[in-house]
């Protein structure tokens, strides 16, 4: 099994319709500028796209996101060949979060080969909202909750106007100010330029903003890819948050969304509960990402749970300590 070229692999996944984002050449692109090397496998029923990240002493992370793609049954030829890239690269773990949901009937221990335990924490979200597109938009718009279709029209009815733009220095602006008022991390403008430029050329990444009295107040950059898309940065200003620019904001993504063919719309990322405890608590928590539980709620999408994530361990003692330290952090 040879490693494919960024050309090849972009043929490859184009036929998988089915894969997620993050298993795009593009996004492996985005990641290549960013500190991580990317190497891309695949077999006549499966493939994965496998992110390095280099690490001191000429030893590295693996990590493959939402993937492999293709049929889990005929992964075990492929983890040969992974197993093999890993040790070259000096990997000291091989981190995969799978993009299979944990209602879709599939056991996690039954689609990993022998050698794989559970991982400690997961990278991307591991629980989100997801919006059905398929229906018509009166529909969609009939299956979120009573206060946010109100908030959407509140907002038109308010003259908040919505836009697309590629003014990425603006965006990235808005991120800046969010972050620092919610206190969460954001990437710099540079990593923003190049998701937006690698995606939007192909159709497949667009920056939307809000505008008040002149005024941009809020934003979001939305990607799709094959028949799904994503919310992953968004962004407000505190001033005419009274006019609830947000609510018709996604509405705007999703409608977007729709009109190229998407059947989902995931909102990426609500606090990892099941939706008893997260409608139990949401009310009275703003901590962590309750706020945005709060939010997404209301647009009427499925909670949704990824499996994963899953390692295979190269060497136990770096490993333990790697462990150690990701505990570590996510007591900090």
Not at 254 to 274: H, T
Request: proline share 4%; net charge positive.
């Amino acid at each position: 099994m040879a490693e494919l070229s960024t050309k090849e692999w972009k043929r490859y996944i184009n036929r998988h319709p089915e894969a997620h984002i993050l298993q795009s050449a593009e996004w492996g692109e985005l990641k290549a500028g960013f500190g991580w090397n990317v190497i891309r496998l695949a077999t006549n029923d499966c493939g994965a796209q496998i992110l390095f990240r280099r690490l001191p002493l000429g030893l590295s992370l693996a990590y493959i996101p939402k993937g492999p793609v293709g049929a889990s049954g005929e992964w075990n030829e492929l983890w040969r060949e992974v197993d093999a890239h890993c040790r070259k690269h000096r990997a000291i773990t091989l981190i995969v979060e799978p993009d299979i949901w944990s209602n879709d009937g599939q056991e996690s221990g039954a689609i990993f080969a022998p050698g794989f335990q559970p991982g400690l924490r997961s990278i991307q979200p591991p629980r989100t909202i997801v919006v059905d597109l398929t229906a018509d938009e009166n529909q969609i718009l009939s299956r979120m909750k009573q206060k946010t279709r109100y908030n959407i029209r509140l907002a038109a009815k308010k003259g908040v106007q919505i836009k697309t733009s590629s003014d990425v220095g603006l965006f990235h602006q808005l991120m800046v100010e969010t972050g620092q008022r919610d206190q969460f991390g954001i990437h710099s403008r540079e990593y923003y330029r190049a998701a937006y430029d690698l995606f939007h050329e192909a159709g497949n990444c667009e920056i939307f903003l809000a505008e008040v009295n002149g005024e941009i107040v809020a934003g979001l950059m939305a990607f799709v890819y094959g028949r799904r898309a994503w919310y992953f940065y968004g962004a407000s200003r505190q001033k005419y948050r009274e006019y609830m620019p947000s609510y018709l904001l996604q509405w705007e993504a999703m409608r977007w969304a729709k009109s190229l063919g998407c059947q989902e719309y995931d909102l990426w990322g609500v606090p990892d509960y099941d939706e008893s405890v997260l409608e139990a608590e949401f009310e009275r928590r703003s901590d962590g990402l309750w706020g945005v539980y709060r939010f997404k709620r209301g647009f009427g999408g499925e909670l949704r749970r990824a499996i994963g994530p899953w390692e295979r361990v190269y060497h136990p003692l770096l490993h333990t300590f790697y462990r150690w330290w990701v505990g570590r952090q996510a007591m900090a």
